[in-house]
C-alpha cells in the first residue's frame, strides 16, 4: 500500500482526508471487505483505513519560533504539561493580576458551568476594563469575544482565554476554560449581575470584600487548593447542590509480564486443578496483560477529576517503573495489607481482590473503583458518582444477566452475576436483570463492610478462591450498587461512555471518533481475546491512541523509569486514626436488615 514515485503511505493519505470521507470509507470496507478478510488479518487492515499516529507528511502549520501551533483554526501556546484545571487557573490569574495592577475593583463569583471562572466588575469600570482586557488578549495569542451584549457598544459580558496545546496538536485546552468578565450595574446601594448566576444576582455595593479559597467557587479543583481571591460573602455560602465529602479513587493492577509473578501463578495453577474444567477466562493471560493503560488512566484522573482527594493503587508488591512512588497522592497497597488472615495469597482473582479493596487503610468512606483499562474521556464534576448527601450513583448496562442457571461452561463474570441475582432475590424478593457498565464503580465503604457481615459465607468463599472461581461474587462491580440501590443509599446515574472490544476491528474508528469529538466521560478498552493473532495490532493500536488522547503526563509519572535495580516498592502504610471526613471502623454488632 505505497506509492513508489514519493513514498506516501495509504494511512498518511487517509489521516489528511476529511473526516467524513474516512468514516464513509471505514464503513463500507466493514461491510463489505473485512469480512472476506482473514480474522487474523482484520485488524490490521482496520487500522490502516482508520489511521490514528500522526502522520509523517509535512505539516501544513508547524510550530512557530514563538512556541504557537495552529490547531483547528485556533492560534495555540504550545507546552510540554498541562492541565484543564491548569489552564483554567491561568486564565483566572491574568485577568485578576492585570485589574488589580491596573486599580480596578472585582470580585469572584462562582460560574455557571464548572469549567469557566468569572470575576465581576462594577459598571463604572467597564470602559478602562475593556481596554485592558484587550491589551491582554493581545498579548500570547489571548482570544477576546463578547458573550451577552445589552445593545450595541453595551457589553455585559466578555470572555477571554489563551489557548494551550501539546506539541503534537492531538489535544485544544480552549474557550471552554475562559475566564468571564461581568460588568455589574449601579444602581444607589445594589449592584445588580447582567445574567443569572448560581447564588445572587443582586448584592450590596456597600458589602465589605473577602478573600476565599478555590474550592467556594465550584467543584472542578483540587479539595486541598488553598489559594484565595477577592470575593463577597454570600458567594461563600455552602447550597444544597455542593459535595463536600472527601472521594479518594481505588485502582487494581497487575504486571503480567513479571517473570517472578509468572512463577506464582503457574505454582499456583498447579494447586488449582479445578482451572482447567472452568471457562478459560478465569485464568486467561489477556486478564493480566499491561500495556501502559495505567499510566493513562492516572494522566485522565489528574486532568479531568482535580476534586479527587488520594489515590491509592492495589498490587502484588508490583510497581510500575515509571511511577512516582514519592507522590504524596498516591499510596502502594499490597495484598497482604488488606487480606491479612483472610483469603489465599498469592491471588490472580480480580473478583477475591475487589473483595478486600474496602479494608484499605485511611479509605475513605466515598471512593470510586477502577480497572486500569477504565479512563476518564473529559472533565467531570463529583456530582456525576455521588449525590450531595451521599448516595452512590450506578450506571445499568442494557446487556442482561443470563435468565439460565449457572453452568460451568459460564464466563466468571457471568456466573459472579447469577450468583449476585440469587443473594439479591434471598435477601429483597427482587431479581436483578441487567448488568453494570464498565465505568468507574462509585462505592462507599459502609455498605460494603455490610455486603460482607451479612453475606459473610460468600464474600469469604470468593477471597479464598485464587482464580476466578464459579462461586464468585463481583461485590464491587455489581452486587454493590444493588444492595446499596435496595437500602435506600444509592440512585440510578447516566454517564456517557465507550466500552470497545480491542480485538474487534471497529475499535479502530471508535477510537478516530473519540479522538476527534472527544465526548464521553469515560471509557473502557478491555481486552477478552488471550488467543488472538493480532495482538501486536491491538498494542500498535493503544500505542498509537493513548499518547494523542493524553498527551500530557501527570505528576504521577518520573521522567527517567526507574532502573531494574532499583527497589520496586516502598513500605506501605500503617492502619492510622480516620482524618477529617473519615470514617472509622463500624462496629461489628452492626444492625442488619433480615434476610428474607
Not at 469480512?35 to 487474523?40: D, I, K, N
Request: proline residues 9%; glycine residues 6%; aromatic residues 8%.
Amino acid at each position: 500500500m505505497r506509492r513508489e514515485d514519493d513514498g506516501v503511505t495509504l494511512r498518511q493519505i487517509l489521516r489528511l482526508t476529511p473526516w467524513a470521507v474516512r468514516r464513509r470509507i471505514f464503513t463500507s470496507a466493514e461491510k463489505h471487505l473485512l469480512p472476506r478478510v482473514a480474522p487474523e488479518r482484520r485488524l490490521g487492515l482496520a487500522r490502516t483505513l482508520m489511521p490514528l499516529a500522526p502522520s509523517r507528511m509535512p505539516r501544513r502549520s508547524r510550530v512557530t519560533s514563538g512556541g504557537v501551533l495552529r490547531v483547528r483554526g485556533v492560534a495555540a501556546r504550545v507546552a510540554n504539561a498541562a492541565s484543564p484545571a491548569e489552564v483554567r487557573r491561568e486564565n483566572l490569574d491574568r485577568v485578576a493580576q492585570a485589574l488589580d495592577a491596573a486599580g480596578i475593583d472585582w470580585f469572584r463569583l462562582p460560574a455557571p458551568t464548572p469549567l469557566k471562572t468569572v470575576v465581576a466588575v462594577p459598571e463604572s469600570g467597564r470602559e478602562r476594563a475593556l481596554e485592558l482586557l484587550r491589551e491582554l488578549a493581545g498579548r500570547d495569542q489571548g482570544r477576546l469575544r463578547t458573550v451577552l451584549e445589552a445593545g450595541r457598544g453595551n457589553t455585559q459580558v466578555v470572555s477571554v482565554h489563551w489557548p494551550v496545546t501539546d506539541p503534537d496538536g492531538s489535544m485544544l485546552l480552549g474557550a471552554e476554560y475562559a475566564c468571564e468578565i461581568e460588568f455589574w450595574r449601579e444602581s444607589g446601594r445594589k449592584l445588580i449581575a447582567p445574567r443569572r448566576n448560581p447564588v445572587a444576582d443582586t448584592i450590596s455595593a456597600d458589602e465589605p470584600p473577602m478573600i476565599a479559597p478555590e474550592p467556594v467557587f465550584g467543584p472542578f479543583s483540587s479539595p486541598d487548593d488553598v489559594t484565595g481571591y477577592r470575593t463577597r460573602e454570600i458567594f461563600t455560602a455552602v447550597d444544597p447542590d455542593r459535595i463536600e465529602f472527601p472521594i479518594d479513587v481505588v485502582y487494581t493492577w497487575v504486571d503480567g509480564d513479571d517473570p517472578a509473578w509468572q512463577r506464582r501463578k503457574a505454582r499456583a495453577l498447579e494447586n488449582n486443578p479445578w482451572v482447567t474444567g472452568v471457562n478459560a477466562q478465569a485464568a486467561n493471560d489477556s486478564r493480566y496483560a499491561s500495556r501502559d493503560e495505567l499510566r493513562y488512566s492516572l494522566r485522565a484522573l489528574h486532568s479531568f477529576a482535580p476534586w479527587i482527594r488520594r489515590i491509592f493503587l492495589v498490587t502484588d508488591d508490583q510497581v510500575p517503573a515509571w511511577l512516582d512512588i514519592g507522590n504524596p497522592k498516591i499510596t502502594l497497597v499490597s495484598h497482604q495489607e488488606i487480606f491479612g488472615d483472610t483469603g489465599t495469597l498469592p491471588t490472580f482473582n480480580s473478583q477475591a481482590i475487589e473483595s478486600r479493596l474496602h479494608r484499605i487503610p485511611g479509605l475513605a468512606e466515598h471512593f470510586l473503583y477502577l480497572n486500569d483499562d477504565v479512563i476518564l474521556g473529559r472533565p467531570i464534576t463529583p456530582d456525576l458518582f455521588f449525590t450531595p448527601g451521599g448516595l452512590t450513583k450506578f450506571f445499568p448496562s442494557k446487556a442482561q444477566v443470563d435468565v439460565k442457571p449457572r453452568g460451568p461452561g459460564d464466563r466468571p463474570a457471568d456466573s459472579a452475576a447469577k450468583n449476585n441475582r440469587k443473594l439479591i432475590e434471598q435477601a429483597f424478593g427482587r431479581v436483578l436483570t441487567r448488568k453494570m457498565k464498565h465505568t468507574p464503580h462509585p462505592s462507599r465503604r459502609s455498605v460494603i463492610d455490610e455486603i460482607e457481615a451479612r453475606f459473610a459465607e460468600h464474600v469469604t468463599a470468593t477471597a479464598g478462591h485464587q482464580f476466578r472461581h464459579p462461586d464468585d461474587l463481583s461485590l464491587l462491580s455489581s452486587l454493590q450498587q444493588y444492595y446499596a440501590y435496595l437500602t435506600g443509599r444509592a440512585a440510578p446515574g447516566k454517564i456517557k461512555y465507550l466500552y470497545t472490544d480491542l480485538a474487534q476491528p471497529v475499535t479502530a474508528l471508535r477510537l478516530a471518533r473519540l479522538l476527534r469529538f472527544r465526548d464521553v466521560d469515560a471509557f473502557c478498552l478491555n481486552d477478552v481475546d488471550v488467543a488472538s493473532a493480532a495482538k501486536a495490532d491491538q498494542e500498535a493500536m493503544l500505542a498509537d491512541f493513548l499518547p494523542l488522547y493524553l498527551p500530557f503526563a501527570s505528576p504521577f509519572e518520573l521522567r527517567q523509569p526507574r532502573p531494574a535495580t532499583a527497589p520496586a516498592t516502598r513500605a506501605v502504610t500503617a492502619p492510622r486514626q480516620p482524618g477529617v471526613g473519615e470514617r472509622p471502623v463500624p462496629p461489628t454488632d452492626v444492625a442488619l436488615p433480615p434476610v428474607a
